[in-house]
DNA sequence: GCGACAG
DNA sequence: ATCTTGTCGC
């Protein structure tokens, strides 16, 4: 799904005269934890002429900012000339002007409704048949995701890597749609079990990204976080609704069952990997794997699809966007 | 010195 | 995540 293009549709249903929220488009997406997203969207905005960025506001009638040479200066100067009123960087009559019926079918509800089907596929029973241990990583460029597996099959290590566009912002609970277009291309072929730089069961739908991608691949998955998404810590467990469903192994290390494994025998298997502070090894190759893919690539122009651009790498450079 | 809604 | 190489605030 391409979150940008139905976000920008969103946007431009704002008519002239009349502004919206962060908030109200978040809604609108379908879900208010994507209000940051809805910031970063707006400023990566492609098409300021026609997208009407600058009708966004704060909730409180604060005309906010904008990403341009002028600032919240030329964000006023367009609200002015759409007829609005504007006194000390604030809309007048703000709930006279404010547009939040927006046409939409609400599509983060809709992926968070498909979480909570999928997640009755899930086992939380150790069933964990091949030897390989696998970890992925992702790292980013704009809309473009670099992927890197690193497996390890016997006394082999393979590094997989692939390029995929992706479309869909960081959105607090649906990592998974934002991360798993760049992944699956490197992670089909693991006969073990596969390491996830996120969470599994510790999810407001008890179904994280490294859960939806184990169900999804098939495959047993571990997910292995660097910082708290939700939930109570109590000595080493994390607390959701009175149960344990993580570990807490160290500072930046939160390990939850992802598929086809049960919380003690995830915790068992990242306690057993080479590792440093009991954060995964694997994972910090397939990082840095990751990491140097996307130097590479971006060294190199970005591959064949931008070599009509010769050394340009192609900057889309936003001119006007609401921040 | 540590936080900050996974990344 | 990326941007940076020193940041604002409790």
Redesign the pocket.
Known sequence: MDLYSVFYDLVSQVPRGMVTTYGALAEALGD??A?RAVGYMLSVNPDPENVPCYRVVHSDGKVGKYTHPLGTQEKVRRLENDGIRVEGERIVGFENVLFTDFHTDHPLRRLREEQKRKRAMLSLETDITGNDVAAV?????GDEAFAAAVVQRGSEVHVRTAVARVRFP?I?????YREFPAIREVVRDIDGVLLI???GVL?PSGF???SQAGVELGIPTI?V?????MGQVEGQNVIVGGRPVARVLGRHCIVSPGHRVSLEDAVGIVRLLPNRHLYPMLLTMA?REA?SL?LSELAHGGGERHLREGKEQGEQEGQGNAH
Do not use: T
Request: proline letters at 3%; a neutral charge.
């Open positions: 208010m934890a209000a990583d992702v790292s980013y460029h960081y607090p609970g649906y990592l998974f730089d996120g969470n999810h994280g990204f490294a997910g976080a660097k910082s708290l998404l990082h990491n996307r």
